[in-house]
């Protein structure tokens, strides 16, 4: 009678790992459905790292606007400028001239990284100055112009900045006013560019689009 005791309790010792397993199967079942969030987590994250490294690099590069002049701390963009309504003119040669007869939202001036400032109008056209007018640094002088166009749902962008010469005359609180001479500009596609823009971050440099080269001649104002 002992042994047929034990021999009935044995196969309740195995039934555990029994009923486990399709547990275990299961939850490796489900393991490709996680690595979605994680993978765009992880995206993020090397995004913010690349920020990072590239402020990093700015404080030791730039020296005095980011060392001892600023208590050792990185600065803070502080406004210089908010413009709501303004026109820019782009004559292209031997072609058609664009009228641009309205800003973007937020488009301004702060301290840190300049102006930010793009006119849109009804032509599918857009154009946009950044980096003028910085205090800190990070601007470029009269700033750069990137022109965006929309062809047939295509989104087109030019990317070499040195093709425009950009001559801001004005720029502070009551108003933004200047010109740009641009020679050989290319449409390249919005999509194919590399992130940064430039090949700054390694990408390399983007085929243009199958489009003409043009010159232009560029005025543009803004107002608060």
């Not at 072609?95 to 930010?116: H, M, P, Q, R, W």
């Not at 295509?154 to 502070?172: F, G, K, M, N």
Request: hydrophobic share 35%; net charge neutral; aromatic share 8%.
């Amino acid at each position: 009678m002992a042994r047929r005791g034990r021999a009935s309790r044995a196969p309740h010792s195995l039934a555990p790992p029994v009923s486990r397993a399709p547990h275990s199967r299961a939850s490796h079942l489900r393991a490709p459905h996680s690595p979605g969030p994680r993978s765009r987590a992880r995206a993020v994250a090397l995004l913010g790292a690349s920020i990072a490294l590239l402020l990093v690099g700015c404080e030791a590069l730039l020296g005095t606007a980011f060392g001892s002049a600023q208590g050792g701390n990185f600065p803070s963009p502080s406004p210089i400028a908010a413009y709501t309504t303004g026109t820019a003119t782009i004559t292209i040669k031997g072609g058609e001239t664009i009228k641009l007869d309205k800003l973007a939202a937020d488009s301004g001036v702060n301290s840190l990284f300049g102006s930010n400032v793009r006119w849109t109008g009804q032509s599918g056209w857009n154009m946009r100055l950044n980096g003028a007018g910085s205090e800190a640094g990070f601007g470029t002088g009269s700033g750069f112009l990137t022109f965006d166009r929309i062809v047939e749902d295509q989104h087109l962008t030019t990317y070499d900045a040195s093709r425009c010469i950009v001559q801001v005359e004005v720029i502070d609180a009551k108003s933004l006013d200047g010109t740009a001479t641009c020679k050989g500009v290319e449409w390249y596609d919005a999509l194919d560019l590399p992130f940064g823009g430039g090949g700054s971050f390694g990408e390399g440099r983007p085929t243009a689009v199958d489009q003409p080269k043009f010159d232009a001649e560029v005025t543009f104002e803004a107002f608060p």
